[in-house]
């Protein structure tokens, strides 16, 4: 039977590259995409996913286990991984972890139990266990945040510390000195990388971080409010990082409950373009994070490491981009 290695090396490219061209990705060079497709033609071969996971005794499932089913992010995030498995036979079991660890590790289970063909996940640490899927034979892929453990897991993502860096170093070059930061919970990957990126900002900038002015908060609107609150209480606060859209709503909801003016009595940078920004009388900054490519990427990740089983795990890292 003609595989995908075959179509491969008759084209003389990766496997990944004709997982692309079969998922018709507009990224692949004209020249390289008709190779592949003359290969294809000359082969006859067919995509068969749901027969190879047959053969091995696996449905033709990915298992999606996403840390915030309402995060817009993870949404985005969510539709690019669908597509890629669409496209290549798959369906796609989508499980909200809630920044749970239990609710994780029961989601983990069940990926086991249901024989899935493999399984993307965004950890609530990186310290979450993946050691018996791997064991099984289950590739698994990190996205957004990583996977540490014996075993080196593939991940594919965006570099918040550099991100979190650039949004400060925007607020210090505006004449802020009084910064706040309202961030995640410690023990998530993006929320201490941003918080990390924040004060290596303020220090390249002379300004020695302020202990008070950076918060850990849920990843939620509510627990976003409480954190605004309290670091409004310091009544010299210039400008404010907050390191998600959810947080973004609660803290512009105590901005108005305090009659604050954005723009005059205090700046704002968010990371992650929500649509509602735009509607917004007095605009912020956004950090606009590629959520959909890392989706993509993280499913085509996973194609290629179905098809290329002793492949070494790769790391991708995406760069996010300030808009002001």
């Known amino acids: 039977m003609v595989t995908i290695r075959d179509v491969a090396a008759r084209a003389g490219v990766s496997t990944a590259t004709v997982s692309r061209v079969l998922n018709d990705d507009q990224r692949v060079r004209p020249e390289t995409s008709q190779r592949v497709l003359d290969a294809v033609s000359a082969l006859n071969y067919v995509p068969n996913s749901l027969g190879r996971s047959l053969r091995q005794q696996r449905s033709a499932l ?3 286990i996403i840390a915030d089913i309402e995060n817009p992010f993870l949404t985005s995030v969510t539709r ?3 597509d890629v498995a669409q496209s290549a036979g798959y369906s796609v079991l989508l499980c909200n972890s809630d920044e749970n660890p239990d609710k994780e590790q029961q989601y983990l289970d069940i990926a086991e139990q249901s024989r ?3 399984v993307l996940i965004t950890p609530t640490s990186p310290a979450v266990d993946v050691h018996r899927l791997l064991t099984s034979g289950v590739p698994v892929v990190a996205l957004d ?4 453990g014996p ?5 594919v993502l965006v ?3 550099g991100a979190a860096r650039a949004a400060v170093e925007h607020l210090v070059a505006a004449g802020h000195r009084r910064i706040a930061c309202i961030t995640g919970p410690q023990r998530v990957f993006t929320a201490a990388e941003r918080a990390l990126g924040y004060r290596e900002a303020l220090q390249d900038a002379g300004i020695e ?3 008070g002015l950076l918060h850990y908060a849920d990843f939620k609107i509510a627990g976003a409010r409480d954190a605004a609150r309290e670091v409004l209480k310091s009544g010299d606060l210039e400008a404010l990082l907050v390191t ?3 947080m973004a709503v609660g803290v512009l909801e105590v901005i108005a409950e305090q009659g604050l003016t954005i723009g005059s009595d205090i700046d704002i940078v968010a990371f992650d373009d929500a649509p509602w920004t735009g509607l917004l009388s007095a605009s912020i900054s956004v950090v606009r994070q590629p959520a959909y490519e890392l989706g993509r990427a993280a499913g085509e990740l996973l194609l290629d490491k179905l098809t290329n089983a002793g492949q070494a795990a790769r790391t991708i890292m995406l760069n996010a981009t300030l808009i002001d």
Do not use: Q
């Open 151 to 155: 075993k080196s897991i593939d991940a």
């Open 80 to 82: 690019g991984v669908e």
């Open 209 to 211: 971080p302020d202990p």
């Open 62 to 64: 990915w298992a999606l």
């Open 145 to 148: 945040r990583p996977v540490r």
């Open 244 to 246: 998600n859209s959810l």
């Open 159 to 161: 570099d918040s510390r």
């Open 116 to 118: 899935v063909t493999g």
